[in-house]
Every structure is written in C-alpha cells, then in structure tokens.
Nanobody, 112 residues
C-alpha cells in the first residue's frame, strides 16, 4: 500500500501561482503513471496532468500552457506548478499513482 499526501494548496488571487506537491511513502522510480486530478463542487473529477515514466506528459485542455507537472524520484515527490491561475481553477486537487492510490487532496481557491 502506498500512502500519498498532497500539499501546497491555498488561496490565491487571479493571475497568481501555486506549486502543489505530492509525496509518496515509497519509491516512485518504478511508477509508470503519476497524475493530478481536480474536482470542483458539483462537478466530476477531471484530469489536470499526468506524467509517464518515460517522460510523456498529458495535460487537460483547460490548463495546457499554464500548468507544469514534474517529478523528483530522489524525493519520491511529484509537483504541479500552476501559473496564471483563474477562478475556474478552484477545486480540490488530488494526486494519483498508477491509477490505484489517491491522496486526500489539497484545496486550491482562486479569488477574482
């Protein structure tokens, strides 16, 4: 069982930036797929960004060009750099490992 803990959320103004972190309880070197998802109140959970072990990254249409996913295998941590934030980015952001393990999420709120 892998434990996943997200951090870095908070309240930010429109146009601001945040960096989310996702710390895993074990090595992520062999992890094939790590990703960020988000869920806003009353909406379905949606893909934000995923990164495959080979380095291939996929972004949701609404965040492409503004968000960047990365991982640091030495720290067992994945990151999501979010720039040019918009009110519609407000949601709870979740980390996922290999489509199996989820964290509790971290709240991001963007004020207009």
């Amino acid at each position: 069982q892998v434990q996943v803990v997200e951090s870095g959320g908070g309240l930010v103004q429109t146009g601001g930036s945040l960096r989310l972190s996702c710390a895993a309880s074990s090595s992520i070197v062999e992890v094939n797929l790590m990703g960020w998802y988000r869920q806003a109140p009353g909406k379905q959970r949606e893909l934000v960004a995923v990164r495959r072990r080979g380095g291939i990254m996929t972004y949701g249409d609404s965040v492409r060009g503004r968000f960047t996913i990365s991982r640091d295998n030495a720290k067992n941590t994945m990151y999501l750099e979010m720039n040019s934030l918009k009110p519609e980015d407000t949601a709870r952001y979740y980390c996922n490992i290999d489509n199996k393990y989820w964290g509790q999420g971290t709240q991001v709120t963007v004020s207009s």
